[in-house]
């Protein structure tokens, strides 16, 4: 079992539309959590940090349950600009990285 | 700032020849990573500097080897690439080692291709 584990998608949605990804992680001990995006062919750059409380950054509202040890992403109303893939990391000793999630909003 | 820099861009290398990533940072940070990422697989750790002078292997070190030369730079060479090591490497930095709730800023990348 990978220790991050995301659904690759793509997640085709259109522009305005609200959509989730979600994130399991095996770790327990994991102490603290991220969403990076990646745009094509370019390096990753972190999106937010994910807190025990939840956390929202305009139209990004990120979550984490670590009873059941998910985090998820929730983007509203869905910009062309949004289309990238993303990246859900947790940091036990070091930062592990899952697959990324594509994300392709459409007109 | 630059921030991080990495060069090649891209490389193509038979198999059995030996060639260095070379990475830089302008940011005063004290650690430093090599990353590997490949379709569908995620980044996956080579090797990393937690501060200058020390270096340590990560989840994927075979076949590579990383010189901390000072705070700014560090170079990932492989020293008899094969085809396995095709992939797109990046370089990280942080202010501090990863221990914590820390961001890593990443390079543009190098491709490599290994024939």
């Known amino acids: 079992r990978k220790e991050v584990e995301q659904d690759p998608g793509p997640f085709n949605v259109p522009e305005g539309a609200t959509v989730a990804f979600n994130c399991t992680y095996s770790?327990?001990?994991?102490?603290?959590f991220f969403w990076y995006r990646q745009d094509c062919r370019k390096e990753p750059k972190l999106l937010m940090s994910?807190?025990?409380s939840g956390n929202e950054d305009g139209r990004f509202t990120a979550q984490l349950n670590r009873a059941s040890q998910y985090i998820s992403l929730l983007i509203r109303d869905s910009k062309l600009s949004d289309s990238a893939t993303y990246l859900c990391v947790v940091n036990g000793n070091m930062l592990t990285f899952g697959g990324g999630t594509r994300l392709m909003v459409k007109p | 700032n630059a921030g991080v820099t990495q060069t090649p861009k891209f490389q193509v290398l038979k198999t059995g020849q030996s060639m260095t990533l070379q990475c830089a940072q302008d940011m005063n940070h004290n650690s430093m990573y090599w990353y590997r990422q490949d379709p569908g697989m995620g980044l996956r750790l080579i090797y990393y500097?937690?501060?200058?002078?020390?270096?340590d292997k990560g989840e994927v070190p075979n076949g590579y080897n990383v010189s901390r030369l000072n705070k700014r730079e560090f170079s990932l060479r492989l020293e008899s690439a094969a085809p396995s090591q095709t992939s797109v490497y990046f370089c990280?930095?942080?202010?501090?080692?990863?221990?914590?709730?820390?961001?890593?800023?990443f390079g543009p990348g190098t491709r490599l291709t290994v024939l």
């Open positions: 500097s937690a501060s200058e002078g020390t270096t």
């Open positions: 994910v807190y025990s």
């Open positions: 990280a930095s942080s202010e501090r080692p990863s221990g914590g709730a820390n961001e890593q800023f």
């Open positions: 770790n327990s001990a994991s102490q603290s």
